[in-house]
């Protein structure tokens, strides 16, 4: 079955290369771009990164910007939702359409508060049992990016 869906992934200040690896590993059985903002915790050269993401590197649009801000004045109009733990407003209740970003944050602090508070109706959340801290990076993002190609699939 092929996906015919489009829709945007953005990792905001990843630390851990794995992750990132396995997320552009994601992109490109998925079709969705890959976006990379701010200060990266490692190069884009390091070995655990290529390793993670295999032979997939050349499947996959990835860009880079400095700033959320220059990222989201090239894509004025499009919908930005923000992945955190701080929303009670689950993942499952949003209808996402195809060019959507789902921007996720460093692994150890997730994304700035100031960030998710300026628009909290589009700061939505992936549901954990009680006293847990977070899931991994890159499951998170699978579970967000498949929900969406479900969706609209």
């Known amino acids: 079955m092929k996906i015919n869906n489009k829709f945007n992934i953005v990792l905001y200040e990843p630390e851990i290369p794995q992750n990132t690896g396995n997320i552009v590993r994601l992109c ?8 990379l903002v701010g200060k990266l915790g490692f190069s884009l050269s390091d070995k655990y990164l290529k390793r993670a993401g295999l032979d997939y590197w050349d499947s996959v649009n990835i860009k880079k ?4 801000d220059l990222l ?12 955190t733990t701080k929303s009670k407003q689950k993942y499952t209740d949003k209808k996402f359409i195809n060019g959507d970003f789902f921007v996720f944050g ?10 998710l508070f300026s628009d909290p109706s589009h700061s939505i959340t992936i549901p954990m049992s009680d ?3 977070s899931l991994n990076l890159s499951n998170s993002v699978a579970i967000v990016l498949y929900e969406a190609i479900r969706q609209n699939g």
Not at 28 to 35: D, E, I, N
Not at 72 to 83: E, I, Q, T
Not at 106 to 115: A, C, D, K, V
């Open 28 to 35: 490109a059985c998925t079709g969705a771009s890959l976006f």
């Open 106 to 115: 460093p692994e150890t602090r997730g994304l700035p508060e100031s960030l």
């Open 72 to 83: 989201k004045a090239d894509y004025v109009g499009s919908n930005f939702y923000y992945l």
């Open 131 to 133: 006293g847990q801290r």
């Open 65 to 68: 910007y400095d700033t959320l």
